[in-house]
C-alpha cells in the first residue's frame, strides 16, 4: 500500500511506551488522527488510547508498506526477530542499545534516528533525546522533533554514546527520583512519622520541587547554591552531603545504568 504524507506507524505500539507515545500524538494538533498504525504479534489493542481510529495490524510490513515514519518500540530482546524493508521510509527508534549501524542493516532505512524517550510522553513530559543518521534530510528533522515534542521535551544530540546515558538517566520515569523519595520517606518513618503521613509530604515535596525547577531559570546548582548562602537548616544538610560521597554514589549508579544499556 502506497501512502503519502506523514502517515506513522509504531511497531510496539501497544507497549508501555508505544502506547504512550501514541497517546502524545493523538493529543498533539500536528497529526491527523487517521494517520496512524500500530502493529504487534499479539493482535491485542486493549491497552491503546482510541484504538477504534487506528490502524492496527500483527504484520510488521503491512504497517511498512503504509507509513512514511516507522516508529520503532520493542523490547530489546525482540529487536532481532524484526524482519522489516523499510528503504525510503523514515525510521525512527527508541529501542534501548540498538545502534544507528544495527537499525539500518535490520531496515533498509539509510534515514534511521536512534532516540530515547520516556513513557511521561503520556502526559507530554518526557525528555526525547535523539541522534540522526547523516542521510536524514531537514523534512525528517521537523518530522522527529514534532514528534518529540508531542511527547515533552527534545534536543538533537551529535554523539551516538550520550544516548546510552540518557536511556540511563531520563529514560527511566520516575526512576532515580523514586530512589531519592524512596530515600526520604525511609528517612521519615524512622524518625517516627507514620508511613502514610510520610509518603504525601515527600510526594508533595516532588512535585512542588520538580514544578519549581522547571519553572524556574535558575539550574539546580543555583538552588543548592542559594540554599547554602541562606544558611538555614537546609544549608546544614547540604554541606553535609557535599562533604559525603553521595555526589560519586550517584554517579556510579548512573554509570552503571548506562553500562547496562550498551550491553543490554
Ligand atoms: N518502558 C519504559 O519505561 C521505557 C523507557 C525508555 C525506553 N524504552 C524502550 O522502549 C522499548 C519498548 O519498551 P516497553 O517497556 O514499551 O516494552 P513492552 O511494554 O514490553 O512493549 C513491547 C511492545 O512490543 C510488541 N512487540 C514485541 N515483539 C514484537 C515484534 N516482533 N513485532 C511487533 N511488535 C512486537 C509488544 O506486543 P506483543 O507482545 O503483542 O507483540 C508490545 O506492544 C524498549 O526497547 C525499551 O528499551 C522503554
Same mark, same amino acid.
Given at each position: &500500500?502506497?501512502? /503519502?504524507?506523514?502517515?506513522?506507524?509504531?511497531?510496539?505500539?501497544?507497549?508501555?511506551?508505544?502506547?504512550?507515545?501514541?497517546?502524545? *500524538?493523538?493529543?498533539?494538533?500536528?497529526?491527523?488522527? $487517521?494517520?496512524?498504525?500500530?502493529?504487534?504479534?499479539?493482535?491485542? !489493542?486493549?491497552?491503546? %488510547?482510541?484504538?477504534?481510529?487506528?490502524? =492496527?495490524?500483527? +504484520?510488521?510490513?503491512? *504497517?511498512?508498506?503504509?507509513?512514511?515514519?516507522?516508529?520503532?518500540?520493542?523490547?530489546? !530482546?525482540?529487536?532481532?526477530?524484526?524482519?522489516?524493508?523499510?528503504?525510503?521510509?523514515?525510521?525512527?527508534?527508541?529501542?534501548?542499545?540498538?545502534?544507528?549501524?544495527? &537499525?539500518?542493516?535490520?531496515?533498509?532505512?539509510?534515514?534511521?534516528?536512534? !532516540?530515547?524517550? $520516556?513513557?511521561? @510522553?503520556?502526559? #507530554?513530559?518526557?525528555?526525547?533525546?535523539?541522534?540522526?543518521?547523516?542521510?536524514?534530510?531537514?523534512?525528517?528533522? +521537523?518530522?522527529?522533533?514534532?514528534? =518529540?515534542?508531542?511527547?515533552?521535551?527534545?534536543? %538533537?544530540?551529535?554523539?551516538?554514546?550520550?544516548?546510552?546515558?540518557? /536511556? @540511563? &538517566?531520563?529514560?527511566?520515569?520516575?526512576?532515580?527520583?523514586?530512589?531519592?523519595?524512596?530515600? &526520604?520517606?525511609?528517612?521519615? /518513618?524512622?524518625?517516627?512519622?507514620?508511613? +502514610?503521613?510520610? +509518603?504525601? @509530604?515527600?510526594?508533595? *515535596?516532588?512535585?512542588?520541587?520538580?514544578?519549581?525547577?522547571?519553572?524556574?531559570?535558575?539550574?539546580?546548582?543555583?538552588?543548592?547554591?542559594?540554599?547554602? %548562602?541562606?544558611?538555614?537548616?537546609?544549608?546544614?544538610? *547540604?554541606?553535609?552531603? %557535599?562533604? #559525603?560521597?553521595?555526589?560519586?554514589?550517584?554517579?556510579?549508579?548512573?554509570?552503571?545504568?548506562?553500562?547496562?544499556?550498551?550491553?543490554?
Amino acid at each position: &500500500m502506497e501512502t /503519502t504524507g506523514n502517515t506513522i506507524g509504531i511497531i510496539g505500539g501497544s507497549g508501555m511506551l508505544g502506547s504512550t507515545i501514541l497517546s502524545a *500524538l493523538l493529543g498533539s494538533e500536528a497529526f491527523e488522527q $487517521s494517520n496512524f498504525w500500530v502493529s504487534n504479534r499479539s493482535g491485542n !489493542a486493549s491497552n491503546v %488510547e482510541q484504538s477504534s481510529i487506528i490502524h =492496527f495490524t500483527k +504484520d510488521n510490513q503491512e *504497517l511498512v508498506d503504509a507509513c512514511d515514519v516507522i516508529i520503532l518500540c520493542v523490547p530489546p !530482546a525482540r529487536f532481532p526477530d524484526i524482519d522489516i524493508h523499510a528503504a525510503n521510509r523514515l525510521v525512527i527508534s527508541v529501542v534501548a542499545g540498538v545502534t544507528i549501524d544495527e &537499525m539500518k542493516s535490520k531496515t533498509a532505512s539509510v534515514r534511521v534516528v536512534r !532516540a530515547m524517550s $520516556s513513557p511521561a @510522553a503520556s502526559l #507530554s513530559m518526557a525528555y526525547s533525546p535523539w541522534i540522526a543518521s547523516t542521510e536524514i534530510v531537514s523534512d525528517d528533522r +521537523d518530522i522527529v522533533r514534532k514528534i =518529540f515534542g508531542a511527547c515533552g521535551t527534545t534536543d %538533537e544530540i551529535f554523539d551516538e554514546q550520550q544516548l546510552d546515558h540518557f /536511556t @540511563a &538517566m531520563t529514560g527511566p520515569v520516575p526512576g532515580f527520583v523514586a530512589y531519592f523519595a524512596q530515600c &526520604m520517606v525511609d528517612h521519615a /518513618t524512622s524518625q517516627g512519622i507514620a508511613p +502514610d503521613v510520610a +509518603d504525601r @509530604a515527600i510526594r508533595q *515535596l516532588f512535585v512542588a520541587g520538580g514544578t519549581m525547577l522547571a519553572a524556574d531559570r535558575a539550574s539546580p546548582a543555583d538552588h543548592v547554591r542559594w540554599m547554602i %548562602e541562606y544558611a538555614g537548616t537546609t544549608a546544614a544538610g *547540604l554541606i553535609a552531603m %557535599e562533604r #559525603s560521597t553521595l555526589s560519586k554514589t550517584i554517579s556510579d549508579g548512573l554509570l552503571a545504568a548506562a553500562d547496562k544499556a550498551r550491553s543490554i
